[in-house]
């Protein structure tokens, strides 16, 4: 109740209050993640209360920030947010699940050895009986890497268990970029390659160096109510089965099974693996599933350009967190998201103050926060498909998601660094101010797939996500990278990622400042981004080229 009574206390503070600060405020982006991830809030789960209380807050903020409404076209006025459709499904009662080994039960608790989502493919029920089990390596078919898992196999009516992460991941090298994931090593990829294949369902194997998260990630992201984009054809993206079991799980299973686990998985690091079936085992299922059409809301406020308002710069975060789900040993139940991305929500509402405070550019700019981005980046994923403004004459994307709280580094970094001009200009303006860039310090994590700005770069839209950095200026050696660790393994997707009082705020508004530069620069130029040579974005970016002109 006390940080209830605080947060409707600073929900109704006036921006006025403010007007003295300098262009970001620390007391001003604190007074917003307080609110964003208070318990009032409920982790801020699309189709919620805690939905409704967010998309008010942010739309009120921007409004007293001086922007205009940015989103759809309403009775011919632009409104505050764009409409995003969405499948929720969630599974209704009891989950039966168990593998079987020559005749012998191994049943599964869902959320201890597995973790299964919702089926996102419209059924009422899923009832799996006696499927056999295939392990598929890491379930990859990548034609131009000369690289097939499936090898003609045909997985249709069976489960097939799947490796998170490339082959390359363990050895560092290979045919996949070594360290750094592709998208083929995405758990996303994994789903869908699945369903291409027509399997009946799929299981990946959790292991917490690969995935860069523990189960506790797992299982709080897999169990509660899932979203989708609403698809025309369901079954072509997902099996009815998707979910992840525990490396135990696993190892017991291909014992089991008289196979060893680190053996065959050794063996998928390489080109000539073969699919190999469990002899004797198979694996059951049943469970209820609730499912119906709701609208989620993108969040978008517009600053007109003053001589180019066709030509956008776009910020963006992601305003929704998971809501109210499995209590923690405390008995928590909100997962309230103040980091991941109450951070970046806030830094979203300020940049708009900021510029609408200060001298009108060029070019407009767009403030958004989208939803469902714990979902699968479903609201960046809907707006870049149904964009309000054209993608071809959006000059980039500047994406900002979890920003640290540790106060400013000397450097700063990406999720993922992909090679484009938008980078460099980020390292050239961050040199001027003083700060170096560090290189993603965990390309094996597939950062740059798991942000809102992948749906832009895959259309061809420059864009980045951008981190805080790692080297904190009055800090201890290693202190930001043992805080992140820390971070994953006990807050991250857990009721523990609360708003703290020893949270320094200064280096948030280090980095807005440096974000904010770099926006202005695109906003006040004729300078379109481009991606490097041989990037696989560089063509979707050309296909609309004489948009630009």
Same mark, same amino acid.
């Given at each position: 109740?006390?940080?209830? $009574? ?6 109704? $503070? ?8 300098? $262009? ?9 993640? @307080? ?41 011919? *006025? ?13 599974? &209704? ?15 599964? /608790? @869902? ?29 990859? /078919? ?18 097939? %268990? ?33 369903? +291409? @294949? ?16 523990? #189960?506790?990630? %797992? ?10 984009? %609403? +698809? ?11 979910? #992840? ?25 390489? +080109? ?6 469990? *002899? ?5 299922? !049943? ?65 708009? +103050? ?14 958004? /926060? ?17 964009? %309000?403004?054209?993608?071809? *004459? ?16 000397? &450097? ?11 980078? !460099?200009? $980020?390292?050239?303006?961050? *040199? ?7 290189? &993603? ?52 997707? @857990? ?7 020893? #949270? ?46």
């Amino acid at each position: 109740m006390k940080k209830l $009574l605080l947060a409707t206390a600073i929900a109704v $503070l006036p921006l006025t209050a403010f007007a003295a600060d300098p $262009l970001f405020s620390g007391d001003r982006l604190t007074a917003h993640v @307080q609110v964003l991830s208070s318990d009032g809030f409920e982790g801020r789960g699309p189709a919620t209360v805690g939905e409704t209380k967010a998309v008010a807050y942010i739309a009120g903020q921007m409004a007293a920030a001086g922007l205009e409404p940015g989103g759809d076209l309403k009775d011919g *006025k632009r409104s505050w947010t764009q409409d995003v459709p969405l499948g929720m499904f969630s599974i &209704d009662g009891p989950v039966k699940a168990e593998f079987t080994v020559g005749g012998k039960a191994m049943p599964l /608790t @869902q959320g201890d050895e597995i973790a299964i989502r919702a089926a996102m493919t419209n059924v009422d029920e899923v009832s799996i009986k006696d499927a056999p089990v295939v392990f598929v390596g890491y379930g990859v /078919t990548a034609p131009e890497r000369d690289w097939d898992d499936f090898k003609g196999m045909d997985v249709k009516g069976k489960i097939i %268990v799947v490796l998170v992460n490339d082959p390359d991941f363990e050895t560092g090298k290979g045919d996949f970029g070594g360290k750094a994931m592709t998208y083929y090593g995405r758990w996303t990829y994994k789903y869908e390659e699945a369903a +291409r @294949q027509g399997a009946a369902g799929v299981l990946v194997v959790h292991e917490t160096a690969p995935a860069s998260y523990g #189960w506790a990630t %797992v299982k709080n992201s897999n169990t509660n109510t899932m979203f989708d984009i %609403v +698809r025309k054809d369901p079954k072509a993206d997902h099996t009815d089965l998707e979910g #992840w079991i525990t490396r135990d799980t696993a190892v017991s299973l291909f014992k089991a099974a008289g196979l060893d686990f680190e053996v065959e998985k050794k063996k998928a690091r390489k +080109r000539d693996f073969k699919p190999t079936e469990l *002899k004797g085992a198979s694996f059951s299922a !049943d469970y209820k599933v609730k499912h119906e059409v709701i609208v989620s809301k993108n969040v978008l406020g517009l600053l007109p350009g003053k001589t180019h308002p066709d030509e956008y710069v776009i910020y963006s975060g992601h305003w929704d967190h998971l809501g109210v789900g499995r209590p923690d040993a405390k008995g928590d139940a909100i997962y309230n998201g103040a980091v991941d991305n109450a951070t970046g929500t806030a830094a979203v509402i300020e940049m708009g +103050r900021a510029f609408a405070k200060g001298p009108r550019p060029d070019r407009s700019i767009v403030f958004m /926060t989208v939803t469902a981005e714990e979902k699968g980046l479903l609201g960046s994923e809907y707006y870049s498909a149904n964009p %309000v403004y054209p993608l071809g *004459k959006t000059v980039a994307v500047i994406n900002t998601d979890a920003l640290s709280p540790l106060g400013p580094t000397r &450097d700063f970094n990406v999720s993922g660094d992909a090679k484009q001009d938008l980078l !460099d200009m $980020l390292i050239a303006k961050g *040199k001027k101010e003083g700060r170096v860039f560090t290189p &993603d310090p965990n390309p094996e994590a597939g950062h740059f797939y798991r942000s809102d700005h992948f749906p832009f770069a895959k259309r061809g839209v420059p864009a980045i996500s951008f981190g805080s950095g790692i080297d904190v200026i009055d800090g201890k050696p290693g202190e930001a990278v043992a805080w992140a660790e820390a971070y994953t393994k006990d807050k991250y997707h @857990q009721p523990a990622d609360e708003w703290s009082p020893d #949270w320094r705020m200064d280096g948030m508004v280090v980095d807005l400042t440096l974000l904010h530069d770099l926006g202005a620069d695109l906003a006040n130029s004729r300078v379109w981004p481009e991606w490097a040579e041989g990037s696989e974005f560089k063509a979707a970016r050309d296909a609309t080229k004489d948009e630009r002109k």
